[in-house]
């Protein structure tokens, strides 16, 4: 009888702990209380990479950093966009402790958003084993859907206690009035979200960054 109830009782007991946790850590977020961890170095750093000008931009971002104390460096990026394997390839020449890795696109241009959720749930299922086996200390990403599932898979680590990665997403530069929808979803789950316009960082508050303010 003590075996039935205690077999009654787990899964409920971890239910609870597990949705008590989800609500906390959403809830950090949302009040902005959620502090960015003591950066250990180097920073094990992934980078998902989106198409044409988020490929630009993400590059350009990372030839502002010092890229020494972001490695290994994993760029994670659509498995169909040869163009932007090839820029990072070209853009890595020379450096140290970094690759590529590729997933399925969450959502194609012009796709439905109904048809999109399988093709994210798809895109999720492969991205698991990636994420985790490479354990980020930090994910890095600014605007494609590709970013959805690889925050997700990093947000469920982090749920789960599997590992303590800090997501920051930066928002486009094309996005002036209001966040993308990816920029949507991230709301509830980054760590940091960085805005390139004063005018989203006034819509948006205190859960927002504008660039040009700093990160202290």
């Known amino acids: 009888m003590l075996l039935f109830i205690m077999w009654?009782?787990?899964?409920?007991?971890?239910?609870a702990y597990f949705s008590g946790r989800l609500m906390y850590i959403i809830l950090q977020r949302l009040t902005n209380t959620r502090s960015l961890k003591e950066s250990k170095q180097p920073v094990r750093t992934l980078i998902v990479i989106g198409s044409g000008g988020h490929?630009?931009?993400?590059?350009?971002?990372?030839?502002?950093?010092?890229?020494?104390?972001?490695?290994?460096?994993?760029?994670?990026?659509?498995?169909?966009?040869?163009?932007?394997?090839?820029?990072?390839?070209?853009?890595?020449?020379?450096?140290l402790d970094w690759s590529i890795s590729t997933i399925p696109r969450s959502r194609h241009v012009n796709q439905s958003y109904?048809?999109?959720?399988?093709?994210?749930?798809?895109?999720?299922?492969i991205t698991v084993?990636?994420?985790i086996s490479f354990k980020p200390d930090m994910v890095l990403c600014n605007g494609p859907g590709t970013c959805v599932p690889v925050c997700l898979?990093?947000?469920?680590?982090?749920?789960?206690?599997?590992?303590d990665t800090s997501i920051i997403f930066v928002e486009s530069i094309c996005r002036v009035k209001s966040l993308?929808?990816?920029?949507?979803?991230?709301?509830?789950?980054?760590?940091?979200?960085?805005?390139?316009w004063p005018e989203l960082r006034q819509k948006y508050g205190q859960r927002v960054h504008y660039l040009d303010e700093g990160l202290n």
């Open 180 to 196: 993308s929808l990816t920029g949507k979803l991230m709301y509830f789950i980054a760590d940091l979200i960085i805005v390139q």
């Open 8 to 15: 009654l009782l787990i899964p409920t007991i971890f239910s």
């Open 114 to 125: 109904l048809t999109s959720i399988f093709s994210t749930i798809y895109a999720i299922f």
């Open 55 to 95: 490929t630009a931009e993400m590059l350009r971002l990372m030839n502002n950093m010092n890229k020494l104390k972001f490695m290994p460096r994993l760029y994670l990026l659509a498995d169909s966009d040869t163009t932007s394997r090839n820029r990072v390839e070209n853009d890595e020449i020379g450096g």
């Open 153 to 163: 898979v990093a947000f469920l680590m982090k749920l789960f206690h599997y590992a």
């Open 129 to 131: 084993p990636v994420v």
